[in-house]
């Protein structure tokens, strides 16, 4: 049975992939996907895969500068700071991301998954992960976010 981080690379990847192509119709996307920014985000879900967050989260960074405001961009690394521990970062990218988002509402409700996470995470001290904390609160696991 491949891994959860397998499983959520290959997500990230179908996913950048789809959101793209999806959000090129809307006002606040690029018209066009990027074929660099696309090689980017492909380098960070490997780097991610990994376990090389950092880099990862700096490969995400430099597609940010070949195409500013791409949500989807956004969105990953705002989940890579989240498991980095940034959580005021992670929400600020979230938030970012929800702005650009356009229409694809599949990408608005993992940004609000995502913003929902971070504040859990910042008001718990540490990164919630499924099935742990007290009292049976239910928490979102970081890669839930990458599906």
């Known amino acids: 049975m491949p891994s959860q981080r397998l499983l959520s690379t290959l997500f990230l990847l179908f996913g950048a992939a789809a959101c ?5 119709g809307s006002y606040s996307a690029p018209m066009h996907s990027n074929k660099a920014s696309t090689q980017l985000i492909e380098a960070a879900s490997r780097q991610y895969e990994e376990g090389k967050l950092d880099q990862a989260a700096a490969t995400l960074e430099r597609a940010l500068q070949i195409q500013p ?14 498991e980095q521990g940034q ?10 991301s929800n702005q650009r988002v356009g229409r ?18 910042r008001s718990a001290g540490s990164v919630p992960v499924a099935g742990q904390g007290s009292h ?12």
């Open 20 to 24: 793209q192509g999806v959000l090129a």
């Open 69 to 82: 405001g791409n949500p989807a961009t956004l969105h990953y690394l705002g989940v890579l700071r989240l």
């Open 87 to 96: 959580y005021d970062q992670a929400e600020v990218l979230a938030v970012r």
């Open 104 to 121: 694809n509402t599949a990408l608005r409700n993992r940004n609000v998954q995502l913003i929902q996470a971070a504040q859990k995470a």
């Open 136 to 147: 049976g609160d239910e928490h979102v696991e970081p890669l839930q976010l990458f599906r």
